[in-house]
T-cell receptor, first 111, second 114 residues
Framework: RKEVEQDPGPFNVPEGATVAFNCTYS??????FFWYRQDCRKEPKLLMS???SGNEDGRFTAQLNRASQYISLLIRDSKLSDSATYLCVVNIPGSARQLTFGSGTQLTVLP | DAGVIQSPRHEVTEMGQEVTLRCKPISGHDYLFWYRQTMMRGLELLIY????????DSGMPEDRFSAKMPNASFSTLKIQPSEPRDSAVYFC????????????FGDGTRLSIL
């Protein structure tokens, strides 16, 4: 099983739609979780951290489900500018390799 | 505030040549990471440093790759000799505090080996 797994998509949604992505992780002791977005031919950029109680930043909501070992990202009222690849990032305790990046979920918001 | 600065932005060279990529982390950050990204393999961690000391280089593909961090504000990734399969985007990232803190990426170096 991969340490961090994401549905690669692509997710194609109309403008204004709500879309959600999940990301599963294998190590139950993981404690740090982040969502990054990466635009085509650009660097990954931090979108938001994921806190135990869940957190919201404008149209974006991140949730953590420790029992099922996944994190989620919900985007409400999606905009054309939300089109990007979304990477989940998880720390792997006991590994020297610090944070592990998922392979990303591609989102295209259609007009 | 200045982010992570990488140079060059683009590099095109012939196979067999030496390639040197450069990175200046965010001032005050104590962790520096080198990644490689391709369509086939995604984002791969090559090596990372903590306080200028290499901690994990298990992601370095082979002996042709080497990385140094002579001081807190500068790091290099060198490929010698370069091969076409090394063509990729190479990112440098830095963070303050390691595992529990997010990493901030530079713009990347787009490397093409002919």
């Amino acid at each position: 099983r991969k340490e961090v797994e994401q549905d690669p998509g692509p997710f194609n949604v109309p403008e204004g739609a709500t879309v959600a992505f999940n990301c599963t992780y294998s190590n139950s002791a993981s404690q740090s979780f982040f969502w990054y977005r990466q635009d085509c031919r650009k660097e990954p950029k931090l979108l938001m951290s994921v806190y135990s109680s869940g957190n919201e930043d404008g149209r974006f909501t991140a949730q953590l489900n420790r029992a099922s070992q996944y994190i989620s990202l919900l985007i409400r009222d999606s905009k054309l500018s939300d089109s990007a690849t979304y990477l989940c990032v998880v720390n792997i305790p006991g590994s020297a390799r610090q944070l592990t990046f998922g392979s990303g979920t591609q989102l295209t918001v259609l007009p | 505030d200045a982010g992570v600065i990488q140079s060059p932005r683009h590099e095109v060279t012939e196979m067999g040549q030496e390639v040197t990529l450069r990175c200046k982390p965010i001032s005050g950050h104590d962790y520096l990471f080198w990644y490689r990204q391709t369509m086939m393999r995604g984002l791969e961690l090559l090596i990372y440093f903590n306080n200028n000391v290499p901690i994990d280089d298990s992601g370095m593909p082979e002996d042709r790759f080497s990385a140094k961090m002579p001081n807190a504000s500068f790091s290099t990734l060198k490929i010698q000799p370069s091969e076409p399969r090394d063509s990729a985007v190479y990112f440098c990232a830095s963070s303050l505090g390691g595992t529990f803190q997010p990493q901030h990426f530079g713009d990347g170096t787009r490397l093409s080996i002919l």
